[in-house]
């Protein structure tokens, strides 16, 4: 699925080519890839609009019109958007006003477009992004506070951090050295310090590779990220440990797949013994 680094990368590619275009055709061929509002009024309200800027918040690209508007897309798990490159299948189609063609895929249908005249109304509720200048370790320190919450989970909640999945949170919490399953107030402060460098260093080292294609992420050329190149633990059940030889293990939580070195990340006290559990606690 496309994370922070995958969602930037497609943002940076795209930018060159949008920003101070407009919507001259806009297709529709999925309609209920359209969440808001219907595709009807989505394709006649898109179409002519000048882009003022392209941003990502979290795991959404936002486009900002000139009129106010905003055109978001997200994603989800196989979603691309591609450059002057429209292959049979696709879910929407944009030309803007110079040629350039955006041609919206995704094969797992669950992905999706709006536009709204607001976009606070779809990424308001995201939290802090973990690259910028006001996430600090202490407001990550306030947020994990006395939270009881599996670490893993949190990273994981968008409402929480913005712009984590599951790849680089587990890359981040092996480099931190801390189990996916620790409750988060249990995390030393000195956990804490070395968490907060981890995501920062692992989303930035993503970007600088252009995102991770395990799965189907592509950059708007078509091309493949080199991220996952430098995984440690994501998606390497089995294999080795890269500090300690250990083979990796896989876990369930909350219905994903949580990869971790079960020597290096050692298990909090609560998982290890869990008959010493009150049942009714
Ligand atoms: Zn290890």
Not at 22 to 38: Q, R
Not at 170 to 189: G, K, Q, S, V
Not at 221 to 236: E, P, R, T, W, Y
Request: glycine content about 10%.
């Amino acid at each position: 699925m496309p994370e922070l680094p995958e969602v930037e990368t497609i943002k940076n590619d795209l930018l060159p080519h949008v920003v101070g275009r407009s919507f001259a055709e806009v297709v529709v061929a999925s309609p209920e890839v359209v969440k808001a509002p219907s595709p009807e009024e989505f394709r006649r309200g898109l179409r002519g609009q000048r882009i003022r800027g392209l941003r990502r918040r979290g795991k959404y690209l936002i486009f900002d019109l000139h009129s106010g508007d905003a055109f978001i897309v997200h994603l989800k798990m196989t979603g691309a958007l591609l450059i002057n490159f429209c292959p049979d299948g696709y879910r929407a189609y944009f030309r803007l006003d110079h040629g350039t063609e955006l041609a919206f895929t995704d094969r797992r249908k669950l992905g999706g477009l709006w536009l709204v005249p607001d976009a606070e109304i779809i990424v308001g509720k995201l939290g802090p992004e973990p690259l910028e200048a006001g996430f600090t370790v202490q407001a990550l320190a306030d947020m994990l506070g006395q939270r009881s919450a599996p670490i893993k989970a949190l990273l994981l909640d968008q409402s929480f951090l913005a712009g984590l999945g599951n790849m680089y949170a587990d890359e981040a919490l092996f480099a931190a050295r801390i189990h996916p399953l620790t409750p988060a107030r249990d995390l030393t402060r000195a956990r804490v310090d070395k968490l907060y460098g981890a995501i920062r260093s692992v989303l930035q080292a993503g970007i600088r590779s252009r995102g991770a294609s395990v799965d189907t992420y592509r950059t708007p050329d078509g091309g493949q990220g080199m991220a996952h190149l430098a995984f440690k633990v994501a998606h390497m059940k089995g294999k080795p440990c890269p500090a300690c030889g250990t083979p990796i293990e896989r876990l369930a939580l909350r219905g994903r797949g949580a990869y971790f070195c079960p020597k290096c990340q050692p298990p909090p006290a609560e998982v290890t013994k869990p008959q010493a559990r009150n049942p009714k606690s």
